[in-house]
């Protein structure tokens, strides 16, 4: 009996014929995508979700030339007249397959896999580790916006998503968190059987709220969600944009932001921001504590400069310090991410049922600090999470008895009042690392011209805005 792993190599390994008819490793699971759907809605008996005359068995029944040309036909159709999440799949979808032989290859194998033991091992799971053998290879570029599941893993368990509650990723990838809430809490459930009727259909239909503005991407995210039998309806959209104020208010938000200034260097075009910024993750910040109802509490993966980018920035901290207890900072270690130079961290924070004061100290979890260099050699796992967890405490909303552990800990308190005379930079840290020689750790150039772009348009908006005030009282003289 093969398992999730065996069957996901030799999927896998299907992408050397891909190469050969020209398809880069970017478009490999997106390709490969549009077959595994097929096969998986027969192995699952959802065929009635295909019209008839396209589905697996009239691809298989083809050969040859017209095979090829069958199914280019059949993705056309597929996002022309399928049911709605179909649709969504197949919206646009083309092929980049030249060569009638290939497509032959690829059917036929896919045809031979143990189909018996995928369904017992989850055809989700098969998925979701095909998800994540791409985001390890660097050359498809996918680990980009993959969040390693060790860490996934270890936000949703200390958030505690709960039956009956809305869980939004406004930048939802192929669905990581999504799933992984589900999963917990299908675990805490039985999966949903003890639940009423009524709460297991929200649960399927309604909990889950998820925006992903690249249209490769949001095609992985709908097939994960339909391979887990979440059938909320997965945006295709801009959250930065008007697509993110219409979006329902939220008891839990799990994500983690893409890196880097908006597309085209412009700044969100929604009007309902307070601070209005070019910076990515401070612009997903405030949608972040701005979305959530009161009580609610997020999770959210941020980069360094979101601790202590000055302007901007320092307002938006203390605008969420505000408003949400912001109770926990994670430091998290280098190299768990695609790109190796970035520096993140993980921000718990709840929002409060006044808009005020509500954040008293912020505790701070150093797991950056003479940690080892994560990689292929030494691979992130949720055993290195375990400790945290434990400092964190049972409770999902920050309010557990903790102990600070001093300068030579990782867990240490720091008070509001101490954040304040910092000019509000929570860049916190304590503990001298013995590996902050190691040049492994450096940011790629790329991300260096990432990071220093960002910091320009921070400072051309600082100078619009004073531009803009010295003009305004030249002209009140």
């Known amino acids: ?26 478009e490999y699971v997106t390709e490969l995508t549009f077959l595994l759907f097929l096969k998986m809605m027969k192995e699952t008996d959802q065929e009635s979700l295909l019209p008839e005359g396209y589905r697996w068995d009239d691809l298989t029944a083809t050969d040859g030339v017209d095979q090829l040309a069958f199914y280019r036909a059949l993705l056309v159709h597929l996002g022309n007249e399928g049911s709605g999440r179909v649709q969504a799949i197949y919206a646009n979808a083309n092929t980049a397959l030249r060569q009638p032989k290939n ?24 998925y979701e580790g095909l998800l994540e053998k791409n985001a390890g290879e660097k050359k498809s570029g996918a680990g980009q916006y993959f969040t390693p599941r060790p860490l996934i893993e270890c936000m949703v368990q200390c958030i505690k998503p709960a039956a009956g509650e809305i ?32 709460q297991q259909d929200f649960q ?10 690249v249209p490769d991407t949001h095609r992985l995210l709908m097939m994960n969600c339909l391979l887990h039998s979440i059938d909320s309806d997965m945006i295709l959209g801009d959250t930065l944009s008007p697509d993110g104020m219409r979006l329902p208010t939220a008891d ?23 601070f209005v910024t070019g910076n990515k993750q401070l612009a997903f910040l405030q949608h972040i504590y701005r979305a959530l109802k009161p009580g609610g509490r997020a999770a959210v993966v941020l980069p360094d400069n979101v601790l202590f980018e000055e302007g901007i920035g320092t307002k938006i901290r203390a605008d969420l310090m505000d408003k949400c207890n912001l109770h926990t900072i994670l ?14 961290n993980v921000l718990f924070f709840t929002r409060g049922k006044t808009d005020h004061g509500n954040t008293k100290r912020v505790w701070v979890y150093d797991l950056r600090a003479n940690m080892p260099s994560f990689g292929v050699r030494t ?79 921070t400072a051309m908006e600082e100078i619009d805005a004073l531009t803009a005030m010295l003009e305004g009282e030249e002209v009140d003289a």
């Open 379 to 457: 691979p992130l796992a949720h055993s290195h999470f375990v400790e945290f967890e434990k400092a964190y405490g049972k409770k999902p909303d920050g309010t557990s008895k903790r102990t600070d552990q001093g300068e030579s800990g990782r867990f240490r308190c720091f008070d509001r009042e101490a954040i304040a005379k910092r000019g509000e930079n929570l860049d916190l840290n304590w503990l001298k690392d013995e590996s902050a020689g190691n040049h492994e750790d450096l940011p790629e150039p790329d991300l260096i011209a990432a990071m220093i772009r960002e910091r320009l348009a």
């Open 331 to 344: 430091r998290l270690p280098t190299g768990i991410f695609y790109a190796q130079g970035v520096k993140t």
């Open 1 to 26: 009996m093969a398992s999730t792993s065996d069957i996901v190599a030799k999927l896998w390994s299907l992408c050397h014929v891909l190469r050969d008819d020209g398809i880069t490793f970017h």
């Open 252 to 274: 839990v938000v799990l994500t983690n932001p893409p890196f880097g200034t908006k597309r085209g260097g412009g700044k969100p075009s929604r009007d309902d921001f307070t």
């Open 204 to 213: 399927r239909k309604q909990a889950f709220v998820g925006v992903e503005l």
């Open 103 to 126: 497509l032959a290859k690829i059917v036929g194998d896919i045809d031979k896999l143990d189909w018996y033991s995928a369904r017992e091992e989850g055809l989700g799971d098969l």
């Open 167 to 198: 869980v939004q990723d406004p930048a939802a990838g192929t669905g990581g968190f999504l799933i992984q809430a589900d999963r917990y809490i299908k675990q805490q459930t039985d999966d949903l059987f003890t639940l009423p009727t009524k």
